[in-house]
C-alpha cells in the first residue's frame, strides 16, 4: 500500500525543504507522491490506480499519499492548486508535476520517460 506522509516524514523519506534550499531527494529509488483529498471524486479514482502500480513496481518505485487537507504545508510548498496532482521524483534530477487524474498507461509511461523504468 502506497504510503501517507506527513510533514515530518517527508522531511526525512523525501526533502527537507526547512534545511535545503536546492532539491536534493533523499530516497533511494525513484518516487511517485499523489496529493490528493478524500472528498476529491478524481483522485478516488487515482488511488486504486495508485495501489495496483504499487503492487507491480514497488520494488523498483517508492509510492507516497499525500492528504492535501491534513498537509496544507506541504501542498503550499508544491503550490498544489488542483487536485490530483502527482509529482514523479527521479533519483537523481528534477521532480515533474503532473496534474490531474492519470490512467495506468499513463504512469507507465511516465515510468519510463522520466525514471527509465519498463
Excluded at 500500500?1 to 534550499?21: C, G, Q, R, S
Excluded at 520494488?59 to 503550499?76: C, N, P
Excluded at 492519470?102 to 523504468?117: L, S
Aim: net charge negative; aromatic share 14%; with cysteine.
Amino acid at each position: 500500500m502506497a504510503e501517507h506522509l506527513t510533514k515530518e516524514t517527508f522531511l526525512e523519506k523525501v526533502f527537507d525543504y526547512e534545511k535545503e534550499t536546492e532539491w536534493k531527494y533523499k530516497g533511494s529509488k525513484p518516487a511517485v507522491i499523489d496529493f490528493y483529498a478524500d472528498w476529491c471524486a478524481p483522485c478516488r479514482m487515482v488511488a486504486p490506480v495508485i495501489e495496483e502500480l504499487n503492487k507491480e513496481y514497488g520494488d523498483k518505485i517508492d509510492f507516497y499519499k499525500i492528504d492535501t487537507e491534513a498537509e496544507q504545508e506541504l501542498a503550499a510548498v508544491f503550490g498544489i492548486r488542483s487536485i490530483p496532482s502527482l509529482l514523479f521524483i527521479p533519483v537523481e534530477g528534477q521532480p515533474q508535476m503532473a496534474m490531474g487524474a492519470m490512467p495506468k498507461d499513463g504512469f507507465k509511461h511516465a515510468f519510463e520517460d522520466i525514471f527509465g523504468i519498463k
